[in-house]
């Protein structure tokens, strides 16, 4: 069964740096692609960009190049979304997901961490 | 990047009632790359349809997708108490990816 479990709720302070992780079992980790889908009540599901886990190939979307960064652990199959300035912008819920290939639907989706940045 | 815009923002209906969603693509999506998700409060999407009008195993027969051109269509049967939720349509066709803004089904 392909799973996707989500490291849990964040609270942090504008300026501050995070990672949040997404632990993958079920499947054959280096043969997939992880995207990271942000959620918001304003503006949705916004792709931010996806990684293929065998050779960290990363790619990002426009709107996201620059303000995050997405990595993979082979050793421990999981995949990372990292920030090193986080905005109040960032509010969000945020979700890994498994593709195929870089332009693809998505399959499976871990449960959600929601990060809150507040002063 | 392609743009989808889906209708309408909330559709009010019954339970047995026929469920007509649309999703318009602003530039024309090649290879019937579009998928359609669910989700429900609390949880994370989930992946109905993909190539347009492919149903993902285990989801039941009353969800159908299609197409005309630029615009897309999800199509519920019968609305079932477990149907109503929001409802995204995703374009696979180029990046970056994009997802419509939704329409919520919900009971009237």
């Known amino acids: 069964e392909v799973q996707l479990v989500q490291s849990g709720a964040e609270v942090k302070k504008p300026g501050e740096s995070l990672k949040i992780s997404c632990q993958c079992s079920?499947?054959?980790?280096?043969?997939?692609?992880i995207a990271w889908v942000r959620q918001t009540p304003g503006k949705g599901l916004e792709w931010m960009g996806i990684?293929?886990?065998?050779?960290?190939?990363?790619r990002y979307s426009p709107s996201f190049q620059g303000q995050v960064t997405i990595a993979v652990d082979k050793s421990s199959t999981t995949a990372f979304l990292q920030w090193s300035s986080l905005k109040a912008s960032d509010t969000a819920m945020y979700y890994c997901t498994t593709s195929y290939s870089r332009v693809n639907r998505f399959d499976h989706w871990g449960q959600g961490t929601l990060v809150t940045v507040s002063s | 990047e392609i743009l989808l815009t889906q209708s309408p923002g909330t559709l009010s209906l019954s339970p047995g009632e026929r469920a007509t969603l649309s999703c318009r693509a602003s530039q024309s999506v090649s290879g019937h790359y579009l998928a359609w998700y669910q989700q429900k409060p609390g949880q994370p999407p989930r992946l109905l349809i993909y190539g347009a009008t492919n149903r993902v195993t285990g989801i039941p027969d009353r969800f159908s997708g299609s197409e005309s051109g630029a615009d897309f269509t999800l199509t519920i049967s019968r609305l079932e108490p477990e149907d109503f939720a929001v409802y995204y349509c995703?374009?696979?066709?180029?990046?970056?990816?994009?997802f419509g803004g939704g329409t919520k089904v919900d009971i009237k």
């Open positions: 990684i293929y886990a065998g050779d960290s190939d990363a």
């Open positions: 995703q374009q696979y066709d180029t990046s970056p990816l994009t």
């Open positions: 079920g499947f054959i980790f280096t043969s997939y692609w």
